[in-house]
């Protein structure tokens, strides 16, 4: 599968409005090829799953500096699944401590990338995926 036929959803849940972070990773991963859907911030995990649904995407990925992360990021993982959707991966990014880590990936987050992640392991987790998938 090209690249450009892989579409990926970044969005802001919550109340969160730092999205700097969020739009880097989107150019990011346009810069490298892949198709982007950037959804803006305050976001709820309803829109998300909606949004990412509607736009046929792969994967999303989600942003997040609030500290709601726990909260919020297993509720998009739970709408996609009741959407039908769990085929669509579900990533994480932002200020997360190490200790909740487990816990979101015990809840459905593939990944979670902290500060510090170069965009050359955030593509590489998604070919990994495609890889997995193929």
């Known amino acids: 599968m090209e690249k450009q036929e892989i579409r990926i959803l970044i969005a802001k ?3 969160d409005g730092h999205d700097r972070g969020a739009k ?7 810069d490298r090829g892949y198709e982007v859907i950037y959804t ?3 976001q709820t995990p309803e829109d998300v799953a909606k949004i990412a649904i509607q736009e046929d995407v792969a994967f999303v990925g989600l942003s997040l500096l609030s500290g709601a992360h726990n909260q919020l990021f297993p509720r998009v993982v739970a709408e996609l699944k009741k959407a039908g ?3 669509i991966v579900v ?12 816990f ?4 459905g987050i593939r990944e979670i990338f902290t500060p510090g992640t170069t965009t050359d392991q955030m593509e590489e987790f998604i070919q990994r995926i495609l890889a997995e998938r193929a």
């Open 13 to 15: 849940v919550g109340l």
């Open 24 to 30: 880097f990773i989107a150019q990011a991963l346009r």
């Open 40 to 42: 803006g911030i305050r």
């Open 85 to 87: 959707a769990e085929d």
């Open 91 to 102: 990533f994480g990014g932002g200020v997360i401590p190490a200790d909740d880590i487990p």
């Open 104 to 107: 979101l990936q015990s809840q």
